[in-house]
């Protein structure tokens, strides 16, 4: 089982609508990642937070707003999405950069997302 | 401009042979990693295995090796004996960073793998 939990796992909204999507982790990872992948495409990154600061955003619209509010928890809130913002969102954490880490990411199953 | 290339949208191989999927990338910094992830249709990224631009020896992971080729920017995923349960699409990805304690993964196009039984 991942140790990146992700909710909801399926999720269907309209274009006026507000949704939240939310990632939790517990492996002491002080950097959260959400990607977002469209089908049959590879993931893109959308925006990182670092000590529950944002430190990348990936120029993405403001109809998407991310939210770190402690170490375990990211969220991302949904607001007057358009239907091909209709994708799969990932979640992912990281070990803090030290001697031996790799940099490998930890992914979440992922929130299906599907705007009508 | 594309730094991980995949060439193989899709691939077959029998149950219990060997498949190589292959992975170019480009990068001028020293320090790099290379990962492999599969992805299942159920959606989840699954780690199988790492290569750091300094390491030696390439990586194995059980029935996973990464043939790292470092002067022809390659790392090339070898599964052996391959499983029904390997079928899924495989992502190649280079890390860059770390920036501000984080790391940034580029992945490739991937790479569709089909088992037959």
């Known amino acids: 089982d991942t140790e990146v939990t992700q909710t909801p796992k399926h999720l269907v909204m309209g274009m006026t609508n507000k949704k939240s999507l939310k990632c939790e982790q517990h492996?002491?990872?002080?950097?959260m990642y959400w990607y977002k992948q469209k089908a049959k495409k590879p993931p893109e990154l959308m925006f990182v937070?670092?000590?529950?600061?944002?430190?990348i955003n990936e120029s993405v619209p403001s109809r998407f707003s991310p939210e770190c509010p402690n170490s375990s928890l990211l969220n991302l809130h949904l607001h007057a999405l358009q239907p091909e913002d209709s994708a799969l969102y990932l979640c992912?954490?990281?070990?803090?950069?030290?001697?031996?880490?790799?940099?490998?990411?930890?992914f979440g199953e992922g929130s299906r997302l599907t705007v009508l | 401009a594309q730094k991980i290339t995949q060439t193989q949208p899709g691939m077959f191989v029998q149950e219990k042979e060997a498949v190589t999927l292959d992975c170019t990338y480009d990068t001028s910094d020293p320090s790099y990693g290379l990962f492999w992830y599969k992805q299942p249709s159920s959606g989840e990224m699954i780690f199988l295995i790492y290569?750091?631009?300094?390491?030696?020896q390439n990586a194995t992971e059980g029935r996973y090796s990464l043939n790292f080729q470092k002067a022809r920017k390659s790392a090339n995923l070898v599964i052996s004996a391959s499983q029904l349960g390997d079928s899924a699409m495989y992502f190649c990805?280079?890390?860059?960073?770390?920036?501000?304690?984080?790391?940034?993964?580029?992945f490739g196009s991937g790479t569709r793998l089909l088992v037959r039984p």
């Open positions: 290569q750091g631009s300094y390491d030696q």
């Open positions: 992912a954490s990281s070990e803090n950069p030290g001697l031996g880490n790799t940099g490998e990411l930890f």
């Open positions: 937070y670092s000590y529950e600061k944002l430190s």
């Open positions: 990805a280079m890390r860059e960073g770390p920036v501000d304690s984080s790391y940034k993964l580029i």
């Open positions: 492996m002491g990872h002080r950097a």
